[in-house]
């Protein structure tokens, strides 16, 4: 297994990526292609002992895509930035899953344009697992694309059952859409035109609306929105997770000794809540919808969120989801076509 990596994408620069790609290396015994400047590669390789690792390899590109760029016409224009000539080595097979960070727009044009879609797919979507109290939600879109027509947001529904099923191991995933209210007739437009259209589709087990604190509840397994609403949802789920560990922290240290004491006996247990919040566990999105395992991480991605997230390009890559998602959509265009 190869996976390509841009080195330049992150919000602390490379330093970070390169040191979770030589961790990935260590811990998953797999190959990685670092895409990037190659003489600030190789010095960070140097330093973290690497510089030997066969298993590395760097491939040289000379331009990088900043946040504040257009991502169509930057993708477009710069022909050699990292994200864009590590897309190339995807679509050449000189790598089985991609590893991308920085700007999320940057990454899905450079998908679109240098991938393509799966045939049927409308519009990619990005799927973002989030810990639920009974295991985890896959919410999707989470970004990709801030609009999304009613088709779409089906084709969406039928990537994250696949997702939940393949990923999560959960057999025939709960999907609901989300809404202001469970009711058939709540909502905007938009959800009102794509209730009927999940509600008629066979290859998904569809089960009504659903409201924001079903994710966390986890009374479903796939939750479809469009990608405004679904960034809005992930940022926000982000920081109250960061938040409430704090204000535990917070009221722990400040409220004296007994609960100092309490503090330290349910140390073990907050760690393991503290890791199961922590995003970095998860390493990054899955970009479903594109020819290829593409994998969308969080620019201030640190080493460890590097690391997992090449774990989880790995697992993307090898249960074959991008075949399994086109099979898919290939059942329910001919069962549409019946209808």
């Known amino acids: 297994m190869k996976i390509a990596v841009d080195a330049m994408g992150n919000d602390y620069g490379p330093q970070e990526l390169v040191l979770g790609a030589v961790q990935a290396v260590r811990a998953y015994d797999c190959e990685v292609v670092l895409v990037g400047d190659s003489e600030i590669i190789k010095k960070l390789l140097e330093e973290y002992n690497a510089a030997d690792e066969r298993k590395i390899t760097v491939h040289h590109s000379s331009e990088v895509i900043n946040m504040d760029e257009h991502p169509g016409i930057a993708v477009k224009t710069k022909k050699d930035a990292s994200i864009v000539v590590a897309t190339k080595l995807l679509r050449d097979k000189e790598g089985d899953p991609l590893v991308s960070y920085g700007s999320t727009g940057a990454a899905v ?33 989470s970004g990709a694309k801030v609009d999304a027509k009613p088709e779409h947001m089906v084709q969406s529904a039928i990537m994250g059952s696949v997702y939940a099923e393949l990923m999560l191991k959960i057999k025939n995933p709960r999907v609901g859409l989300l809404n202001i209210g469970e009711e058939e007739t709540k909502g905007n437009e938009q959800a009102l035109a794509t209730y009927p259209l999940l509600k008629a589709e066979e290859h998904i087990n569809f089960v009504g609306n659903v409201e924001g604190r079903d994710i966390n509840k986890g009374t479903v397994d ?118």
């Open 109 to 141: 044009a450079a998908a679109l344009f240098g991938l393509g879609r799966i045939r049927g797919i409308e519009r990619p979507a990005i799927a973002t697992p989030i810990p639920s109290l009974t295991g985890t939600t896959v919410v999707l879109d």
């Open 222 to 339: 796939v939750v479809v929105c469009d990608g405004f609403v679904g960034n809005v949802v992930l940022k926000f789920a982000e920081g109250l997770a960061s938040a409430i560990m704090k204000l535990m922290k917070e009221a722990i240290l400040n409220g004296g000794f007994l609960a100092k004491l309490g503090g330290l006996l349910i140390k073990p247990a907050m760690k393991g809540l503290a890791k199961r919040l922590d995003p970095a566990e998860y390493g990054g999105a899955l970009l479903l919808g594109v020819k290829a395992p593409f994998i969308i991480c969080h620019g201030s991605s640190k080493a460890k969120a590097i690391k997992n997230a090449i774990g989880v390009a790995i697992d993307f890559a090898e249960r074959d989801v991008v075949e399994h998602i086109a099979g898919n959509i290939v059942k329910s265009r001919k069962g549409n076509e019946e209808i």
